[in-house]
């Protein structure tokens, strides 16, 4: 067998060219990964890909008035309840907190109504991570018996989710 110059230059340059092809497609997917992380698909690490299931129908069904409501307010514009109900438990947590920058923006009052709509809503989005849901249904069933020790764990695990930058929670205000 005759091994030439030319058949070795021609050899890497076949190579060269399957190499760039390689690092193209994956600088292509990367960038289409960043892109759907930016538009808000996927809304940061609270949310995970599986797919609904019928607990909204459940809570339909279920004669419970906060449960029902809270489902069709879901089933209507999943995203514009699912912003409204990590926006709240955000709200509400901001009353129990003080910001590593004291930087804190919107407050509503802890009661037992704005809970259980959020608890609801928890239950129902199967959009939230398992683990995310427990952990937050957990604070909020504790701030209903007035336990707050948990507001800073609530309140970081929903601030980062909606993307927050400043008023990160450092601790409990007594």
């Known amino acids: 067998m005759n091994i030439t110059l030319k058949n070795i ?8 060219i399957c190499v760039g092809i390689l ?3 994956v600088l292509l997917i990367v960038g289409i990964r960043m892109k759907y992380i930016k538009s808000g698909i ?4 609270l949310i995970t890909s599986e ?3 019928n607990k ?5 069904k279920s004669g419970d008035p906060i449960k029902k409501d809270v489902a069709v307010e879901y089933k209507t514009d999943i995203n514009k309840a699912r912003d409204h109900y990590i926006n709240l438990i955000h709200k509400m947590a901001n009353t129990k907190i003080i910001a590593e920058d004291n930087q804190v923006w919107g407050m509503v009052d802890i009661n037992n109504e704005n809970i259980d709509k959020c608890i609801a809503y928890l239950e129902i989005d199967v959009s939230v991570k398992k683990l995310d849901r427990d952990i937050l249904i ?6 209903k018996e007035g336990n707050f020790n948990s507001s800073v764990a609530v309140h970081n ?8 930058t400043v008023g990160k929670a ?5």
Do not use: C, F, H
Not at 42 to 45: A, C, D, L, V
Not at 56 to 60: F, G, L, M, S, W
Not at 170 to 174: D, E, G, L, M, P
């Open 157 to 164: 695990q929903v601030w980062s989710y909606l993307g927050g």
């Open 9 to 16: 230059t021609l050899k890497k340059k076949i190579l060269a």
């Open 23 to 25: 690092v193209l497609s």
């Open 56 to 60: 909204v129908d459940e809570a339909i």
């Open 51 to 53: 797919t609904p299931n």
């Open 170 to 174: 450092k601790s409990v205000r007594n």
């Open 42 to 45: 996927g809304q940061q690490n």
């Open 138 to 143: 957990a604070g909020l069933k504790e701030w």
